[in-house]
């Protein structure tokens, strides 16, 4: 089974608008911390943001915010005025069983391509 | 800090030839991945390291794959034999844990086909 599911192969929006990429995930462990990472066409993979399982607030990084839904297992990255430079490829990730001595692969998601249209 | 570096960017090779790739981790990031990308899909975990030692290997990871960190510093992940399938964007990141957070950062990768 997938455990980090991104539905939207490819999504459009207008500049200055806000979007939302989806990512659900699939986890038994209760200690877990999920990422989203941008790449562009360049290829280097820029880390945006964290959610960690146990945080109670939704992560927030400057225009991305992270709308974390434990019940849902779902780790939506929405991304306000959107600017052309955000045209990328996006990758949801997910690191389980984070404990002092583990410190856990990434899976990743297979990811969304964002086109900003100006 | 001067984020993670990885050389070549790039490599062309012939099937069957060895080919070798350096990443240098952030300074103090104690862990460091390496990770296989393929057109069209998220990266795929190959191995880990912890300082020196190497913790755990994907099944990914054949016996022509080598990585190594000697000092526990930069890596050099090798492939001897290359095969076509082994075309790839070669990713290596690191990190450093931060309480419960343990951000990987990722360098710029090895783009490698292999002809």
């Known amino acids: 089974a997938q455990k980090i599911t991104q539905t939207q192969p490819g999504m459009f929006v207008q500049e200055k608008e806000a979007v939302t990429l989806d990512c659900t995930y699939d986890?038994?462990?209760?200690?877990?911390?999920l990422f989203w990472y941008k790449q562009p066409s360049s290829g280097e993979m820029i880390f945006l943001i964290y959610?960690?399982?146990?945080?109670?607030q939704n992560a927030t990084e400057g225009r991305y915010s992270l709308n974390f839904q434990k019940a849902r297992k779902s780790a939506n990255l929405v991304i306000s005025a959107s600017q052309l430079g955000d045209s990328a490829m996006y990758f949801c990730?997910?690191?389980?069983?984070?404990?002092?001595?583990?410190?856990?692969?990434?899976?990743f998601g297979d990811g969304t391509t964002l086109t900003v249209k100006p | 800090d001067t984020g993670v570096s990885q050389n070549p960017r790039h490599k062309i090779t012939k099937r069957g030839q060895n080919v070798t790739f350096r990443c240098d981790p952030i300074?103090?990031?104690?862990?460091l991945y390496w990770y296989r990308q393929t057109l069209g899909q998220g990266p795929e975990f190959l191995t880990y390291f912890q300082n020196e030692a190497q913790l755990e290997k994907s099944r990914l990871l054949s016996d022509r794959f080598s990585a190594e960190r000697p000092k526990g510093s930069f890596s050099t992940l090798e492939i001897q034999r290359t095969e076509q399938g082994d075309s790839a964007m070669y990713l290596c990141?690191?990190?450093?844990?931060?309480?419960?957070?343990?951000?990987?950062?990722f360098g710029p990768g090895t783009r490698l086909l292999v002809l």
């Open positions: 959610q960690g399982s146990y945080d109670e």
């Open positions: 990141a690191s990190s450093r844990k931060l309480g419960q957070e343990e951000t990987q950062y």
């Open positions: 990730a997910m690191r389980e069983g984070l404990s002092y001595t583990n410190a856990g692969k990434s899976t």
């Open positions: 986890t038994s462990d209760q200690s877990y911390g």
């Open positions: 300074s103090e990031h104690n862990r």
